[in-house]
């Protein structure tokens, strides 16, 4: 059971390039969610996804978009990554009827 | 907007002794959902218990047991009979029907031997 990963695992990239960090879930879960995680800090909300094709900004999404064509894959890509955008990454998923949210290892992203 | 305080930057504990880590939360919600989540130095989040606010019984998962003061908006964790394992940051979360956790700051908890 793979349940819900992610990649890469860790990413280094500069200023101004565009990365995607992917999520892939095998429960068949209809939520999906981008959080951002930085140093001594609780996670927050970037973009979040109901079903296929159903995708809504959270706490923090400016500089990110996301997709979501198929239900088992969220990817968010940085358009234009700044420095400020160094973080870790964890993608989680959830159940229609269930609000525990399941979480994937976490990617973690330097821009130089 | 919904906000979550963990009063506790750090805790330690005893090996085998009992501790308890604090969560307060306001939100204007009757209907929500309480969360403590641990992240080892892996970084992985891994649910310990859940509680859902309209149920007045407090949820206890083995070692794991949670005191829910609705009246006073309070979630604190009990962990007992603490084990090396237990060593983690714990961050409390909550959400309603909005769909978004929104997270404490975390507890740094260290078990000494």
């Known amino acids: 059971d793979a349940g819900i990963t992610q990649s890469p695992r860790y990413k280094i990239t500069e200023t101004g390039r565009q990365v995607t960090l992917m999520c892939h879930q095998t429960?068949?879960?209809?939520?999906m969610f981008w959080y951002r995680q930085d140093l001594g800090h609780g996670l927050r909300l970037i973009y979040y996804s109901a079903a296929a094709d159903i995708t809504d900004k959270g706490e923090v999404p400016d500089g990110y978009v996301v997709s979501r064509s198929k239900t088992e894959n969220f990817p968010l890509t940085l358009e234009s990554a700044t420095r400020s955008q160094t973080s870790v990454y964890f993608c989680a998923s959830r159940t229609t009827y269930q609000e525990t949210q399941y979480f994937g290892p976490g990617t973690r992203l330097l821009v130089l | 907007a919904q906000t979550v305080t963990q009063s506790q930057p750090e805790m330690s504990v005893q090996e085998a002794e009992t501790v308890t880590l604090s969560c307060t939360y306001d939100t204007s919600e009757s209907d929500y959902y309480l969360f403590w989540y641990k992240q080892p130095p892996s970084r992985q989040m891994i649910l310990v218990i859940r509680q859902e606010a309209y149920k007045q019984q407090n949820a206890t998962e083995n070692r794991f047991s949670v005191n829910f003061q609705k009246a006073a908006k309070s979630f604190s964790l009990k962990i007992s009979d603490s084990q090396l394992g237990d060593a983690a940051m714990y961050f409390c979360?909550?959400?309603?029907?909005?769909?978004?956790?929104?997270f404490g700051g975390g507890t740094r908890l260290m078990v000494k031997p």
């Open positions: 979360a909550y959400t309603d029907a909005g769909n978004m956790l929104t």
């Open positions: 429960w068949s879960h209809s939520y």
